[in-house]
């Protein structure tokens, strides 16, 4: 009796992995299309598209004089590469230590937790997911370090000032370095359902979803902040104000 009632509840278990674990990762899934839909089709509604646009429009403003913002820019562009540095320094260290547990419990069992189904492979998948996040984030932030770098170089060259075309470039690269950066936070966050999911279908799901809500709301923008923005100088006139100086010139 008490034999059937095991192998009944790791059916359950495996039936609930089989339809929570799709319909978590589906619900998370579809929020990033929908969020790099949006940054596509309407960049000032999102937080990552608003950024962007001041990066680059920091980029036009300190670029005007290189000399004298160039440590102003340096001393920005140092900041980030040293948070990229921390992030990239904590996902390869996890990694790490997945690894060797993994190496180490290959035939070790996490418990039965809300009905988790209790097998080796599956152990096995989880945690090569987890891995999977951190290599990931670890990658990123290696590339957003590498764009930072470059475009400190860029943004202090003397004879690149009032060419549109040197501070389109530098403007771009920056943009990447922080494209990068989101894109190796993003694979952090997707590291927390799957950290749950160690201990059962259910609460992995609930944090996909919980998770999904939190960052609408941090990755979206208010009507305040886009007319705050609004009010700025656009870009249009910063490259006006180029053209204007190099006739001058």
Not at 1 to 8: P, T
Not at 32 to 40: Q, R, S, V, Y
């Amino acid at each position: 009796m008490g034999q059937n009632s095991k192998i009944i509840m790791e059916r359950g278990g495996m039936q609930l992995e089989m339809v929570l674990v799709p319909l978590g990762m589906g619900v998370l899934l579809g929020y990033h299309f929908w969020l790099l839909f949006t940054i596509i089709n309407n960049p000032r509604r999102t937080v990552i598209g608003l950024n962007a646009e001041s990066r680059h429009k920091w980029v036009f403003c300190l670029m005007v004089d290189p000399l004298k913002n160039g440590v102003l820019a340096i001393q920005t562009l140092r900041n980030n590469i040293m948070a990229s540095t921390l992030l990239a320094t904590t996902a390869i260290t996890l990694s790490s230590l997945i690894s060797v547990y993994v190496g180490n419990n290959q035939t070790s069992s996490s418990g039965l937790i809300l009905m988790e189904y209790k097998s080796s492979s599956v152990s096995s998948v989880k945690f090569f997911a987890i891995l999977v996040c951190f290599l990931v984030a670890f990658l990123c932030n290696l590339q957003s370090i590498r764009y930072y770098a470059h475009a400190s170089f860029l943004l202090t060259v003397p004879i690149y000032r009032d060419k549109k075309e040197a501070i389109e470039y530098a403007a771009t690269n920056l943009n990447r370095g922080g494209f990068f950066w989101s894109l190796g936070l993003r694979a952090f966050y997707l590291s927390f359902p799957l950290f749950l999911w160690v201990f059962g279908a259910i609460p992995m799901f609930l944090c996909c979803c919980v998770m999904s809500i939190v960052l609408y709301f941090l990755d979206t923008t208010s009507s305040f902040t886009r007319d705050l923005y609004d009010h700025t100088t656009s870009v249009e006139d910063m490259e006006s104000n180029i053209d204007r100086q190099t006739l001058l010139l």
